[in-house]
């Protein structure tokens, strides 16, 4: 999965397609604190340097696009 790109509008539409099953504690952290429960689950979040920290620690478990 390519790693998230600076989006022009400012806003990222993060979805959990990968289950954080045999991930590691942290990684499952960090999805938990991105907003994302279940499979599938999709949220909106700000695109900060922070969110994109965040979503490059975990982008094989999910796909960015923008909002």
Not at 3 to 8: Q, S, T, V
Not at 27 to 35: D, I, S, T
Not at 41 to 49: A, G
Request: proline share 6%; net charge positive; aromatic share 2%.
């Amino acid at each position: 999965m390519p790693k998230a790109k600076k989006a022009e509008s400012g806003m990222l539409k993060v979805t959990l397609v990968k289950s954080t099953i045999g991930s590691t504690p942290y990684q499952k952290k960090v999805v938990e604190a991105l907003g994302l429960g279940k499979l599938n689950s999709s949220v909106v979040l700000p695109n900060s340097p922070a969110t994109l920290g965040a979503v490059n620690k975990v982008s094989h478990l999910l796909k960015v696009e923008e909002a």
